[in-house]
C-alpha cells in the first residue's frame, strides 16, 4: 500500500476494493475445475512468467501475476491504435544491432 501513493481515504479503500476483487476472482478461478477455467489459468500462468511444478498447474500468485499482466496488455492495446504500436516496433527492430537478431 505504501507504493500506491494514494492522497485520501477514500482513494485507499477504492484501491483495496478492486485488489480484493482481484484476489477474489482469482480465488474462483483456482478453485474451478472446468475446461475453459483451466485453459485461462494455463494462460495466465505463462503471461505471468513464473514458474510452477507440474503436479500443482498453478499457483495463485501466479495466476494474479498473470492476471496483471494481461490486464496491461489489454490496457495498452485499447489507448494507441495498433499501427501506431506496429510503427513503435518497427523503429525499435531497426534499432537492434542485427547480431542480436
Do not use: Y
Not at 484476489?23 to 478453485?31: I, T, Y
Not at 472446468?34 to 513464473?50: I, N
Not at 492476471?67 to 490496457?75: E, I, K, N, Q, R
Amino acid at each position: 500500500m505504501e507504493q500506491w501513493q494514494q492522497q485520501s481515504g477514500p482513494a485507499i479503500a477504492r484501491r483495496l476494493l478492486v485488489a480484493a476483487m482481484a484476489c477474489v476472482g482469482v480465488w474462483q478461478l483456482d478453485h474451478d475445475d472446468s475446461v475453459p477455467a483451466m485453459a485461462f489459468t494455463d494462460a495466465l500462468v505463462r503471461l505471468s512468467g513464473r514458474q510452477v511444478r507440474k503436479s500443482n498447474r498453478h499457483t495463485a500468485p501466479a495466476l494474479l501475476a498473470g492476471l496483471w499482466v494481461l490486464l496491461s496488455m489489454v490496457a495498452l492495446l485499447e489507448h494507441p491504435s495498433l499501427t501506431k504500436l506496429k510503427t513503435f516496433i518497427a523503429k525499435l527492430a531497426d534499432q537492434v544491432p542485427k547480431a542480436l537478431v
